[in-house]
C-alpha cells in the first residue's frame, strides 16, 4: 500500500512538497504552527505567489486528497511518512537556526503511534540528521522510527514542475527499509527516469548545500569577470556566451549583474562556511569568502552608479529613483535578501527619494521596507526619476514602452543592473543606459579598481 504522508512545515517548500505529494497520488497532510498559514491553504489559496501552485492545491483539496491542520498529533497518527520541511534561517555568526527542526522533532516522535519514517528536507548543516538520530533515541519512541535525509531542490518559481519532474532524487537513508518507503513515495518521478542517488546521511546533507555554494560560485565568479570587463572594455556577456559553450561549464547561472539574494543561496553559503569552522577545516571554504566579497560588492557597484547619476543631475539628496523590481528574481514574491530591495533601502538612506514597482512584490516589499514609496505601475514608479534602475529581471520588464518612461522620468539614466533588457529600443528613445560589464550605451566612468 502507498505511504500516507505529512508534511510539518508549508511555507514555499512545505506548500509546494504537500500539493505535490497530492499530485503524484498520494494521500497528503500538511501541517504548520501558522494558524493563518493554515486556515488559508485548507481554504485552497496560496499564501504567497508561486506559478501554477493555486491551481494543483485547489484540486486536490477539493479532492480531499490534501488537507491541512495545525493540530501534529493528527498528522503523526495518520501518516506513516513525514517530510519536515520547517526553516533553517540564518543564526549568529552565520550558523543554522536548527530550533523549528529541534521542535519538530521533539513534538512529532512521542506523538508517533505507527511505525514512521521521518524525512528531513529542509536544508541543514552536515552532522544534522545523525545528531537527530541520538535526539529521537533519547525521547523514547513507543514505535520504531527512522530517519532519512531527502534534499530538496526546487527553485522558486518554478517550484511545481521541478517537485513534479525533479531533476535528481537524492535519498539519504540508513536501512534498505527506507529506502524502500522514499521509492514508494517518488513511485512516479522514478518511474519516469528521473535519476537517483542513494547515499548516507551526511553525504545527502552535504549534497545539498554544496549544490547552492556551487552555483553561488558560479554566478560571483561571472560577476568577478565583470569587474574585469569593466575595467578593461571587455563584455561580460559574450565572455559569459563564449564559457557557456564549452558544455563542461554551461551558460546557466553565468548571468552577470546584480548578484545572488534570496532565502536560500546567501544563507546556505554562510552556513558551509560556519559548519567548515565548527568541524576545523574552514580552509575547505575559505573560497566562498571570495564569493560572498564579489556578491556584496554588486550591490554597492549598482548604489554608487546611482548616486554617481543623481549627483550629476543635480542636489541628490533630494533625487528621485525609479526601481523596477524588489522581488530576489523574478516569477517570486520572495524579498528575503533581496538585491533589489537592498540596492533601493540602501539608496533612501542616502537620502534619495525612491519609489518601486514589482509585479507581485511590492505588498511582501512593503512589510519589511515601508520607508520606501511602491507605484502600482513601472510608468507611475518612474515618474519625475532622475535615475531609473532595472534590478529584477521580471519579463514585463521588456516590453515597457522606453519613450512613455521617458516621458513620465525627469532624468534620462538607466541602469540595467540584471543585464537582460535590449537596450537598442531604450538607446533609440533617448535613454542613457548603463549595465554592468557589458558594452552598452556610454563607457561607465568610474571603474573599479580591481
Ligand atoms: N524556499 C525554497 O525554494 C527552498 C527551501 N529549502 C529549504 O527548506 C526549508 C524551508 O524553507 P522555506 O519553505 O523557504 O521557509 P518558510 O519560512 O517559507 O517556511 C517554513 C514554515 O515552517 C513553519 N514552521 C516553523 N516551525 C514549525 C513547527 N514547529 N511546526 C510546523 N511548522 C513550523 C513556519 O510557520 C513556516 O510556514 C529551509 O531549510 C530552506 O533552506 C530547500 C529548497 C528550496
Ligand atoms: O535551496 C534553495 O532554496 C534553492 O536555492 C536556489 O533557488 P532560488 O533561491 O529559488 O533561486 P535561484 O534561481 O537559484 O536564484 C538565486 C539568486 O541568484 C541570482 N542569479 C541567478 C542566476 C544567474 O545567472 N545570475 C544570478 O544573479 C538570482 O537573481 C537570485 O537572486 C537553487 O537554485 C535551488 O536549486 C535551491 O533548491
Redesign the pocket.
Known amino acids: 500500500m502507498a505511504p500516507r504522508i505529512s508534511v510539518?512545515?508549508?511555507?514555499?517548500?512545505?506548500a509546494t512538497h504537500a500539493a505535490g505529494m497530492a499530485e503524484l497520488g498520494h494521500e497528503v497532510v500538511g501541517?504548520?504552527?501558522?494558524a493563518s498559514?493554515i486556515r488559508a491553504l485548507a481554504e485552497g489559496r496560496v499564501p504567497f505567489y508561486e506559478p501554477g501552485l493555486p491551481e494543483l492545491l485547489r484540486r486536490h483539496v477539493e479532492s480531499g486528497r490534501l488537507r491541512f491542520t495545525t493540530d501534529?498529533a493528527e498528522a503523526a497518527a495518520f501518516a506513516d511518512v513525514h517530510f519536515v520541511?520547517?526553516?533553517?534561517p540564518q543564526g549568529p555568526g552565520g550558523a543554522a537556526d536548527l530550533t523549528?527542526l529541534h521542535?519538530?522533532v521533539d513534538?512529532l516522535v512521542p506523538a508517533l503511534r505507527r511505525t514512521a519514517l521521518v524525512v528531513g528536507?529542509?536544508?541543514?548543516p552536515v552532522g544534522t540528521a545523525e545528531a537527530l538520530v541520538e535526539r529521537i533515541a533519547r525521547l523514547r519512541p513507543s514505535v520504531e522510527v527512522d530517519l532519512a535525509w531527502n534534499?530538496?531542490?526546487?527553485?522558486?518559481g518554478h517550484?511545481v514542475e521541478d517537485t513534479l519532474r525533479p531533476n535528481r532524487l537524492v535519498l539519504g537513508v540508513p536501512s534498505p527499509a527506507a529506502e524502500w518507503a522514499l521509492r514508494q513515495v517518488y513511485a512516479r518521478p522514478l518511474a519516469d527516469g528521473t535519476p537517483v542517488v542513494v547515499t548516507n546521511l551526511p553525504t545527502a546533507e552535504l549534497v545539498?548545500v554544496s549544490a547552492n555554494a556551487f552555483l553561488a560560485t558560479k554566478i560571483s565568479f561571472v560577476n568577478a569577470m565583470a569587474e574585469l570587463c569593466e575595467v578593461t572594455g571587455g563584455d561580460v556577456a559574450a565572455l559569459a556566451d563564449a564559457l557557456g559553450h564549452d558544455d563542461r561549464i554551461g551558460r546557466k547561472f553565468l548571468g552577470a549583474g546584480l548578484g545572488y539574494g534570496g532565502?536560500?543561496l546567501p544563507?546556505?553559503v554562510r552556513a558551509l562556511i560556519a559548519r567548515a569552522t565548527e568541524l576545523g577545516t574552514p580552509e575547505s571554504v575559505d573560497f566562498l569568502h571570495g564569493v560572498e566579497a564579489v556578491n556584496a560588492r554588486r550591490r554597492q557597484r549598482v548604489v554608487d552608479e546611482a548616486l554617481g547619476a543623481l549627483r550629476r543631475t543635480g542636489p541628490w539628496l533630494h533625487g528621485r529613483v525609479g526601481v523596477l523590481g524588489a522581488a530576489f528574481k523574478p516569477h517570486s514574491d520572495d524579498v528575503r535578501d533581496s538585491p533589489a530591495l537592498d540596492v533601493a533601502r540602501r539608496l533612501s538612506r542616502e537620502g534619495a527619494w525612491v519609489t518601486v514597482f514589482d509585479p507581485q512584490a511590492s505588498v511582501t516589499a512593503r512589510t519589511v521596507a515601508p520607508e520606501l514609496r511602491y507605484a502600482a505601475n513601472a510608468v507611475a514608479a518612474c515618474r519625475k526619476a532622475d535615475v531609473v534602475l532595472h534590478l529584477t529581471e521580471w519579463p514585463e520588464f521588456a516590453d515597457l514602452d522606453p519613450a512613455r518612461l521617458l516621458e513620465a522620468a525627469r532624468g534620462r539614466v538607466l541602469v540595467d543592473a540584471r543585464n537582460t533588457l535590449d537596450p537598442a529600443p531604450w538607446l533609440a528613445a533617448g535613454w542613457d543606459v548603463r549595465t554592468l560589464g557589458t558594452l552598452v550605451g556610454v563607457p561607465l566612468e568610474r571603474p573599479l579598481a580591481v
Open positions: 510539518i512545515g508549508t511555507g514555499y517548500l512545505g501541517v504548520d504552527t501558522d498559514r501534529l520541511c520547517v526553516g533553517t523549528a521542535r519538530v513534538d528536507k529542509s536544508t541543514v534534499p530538496e531542490f526546487l527553485r522558486e517550484a545539498k532565502g536560500c544563507k546556505d
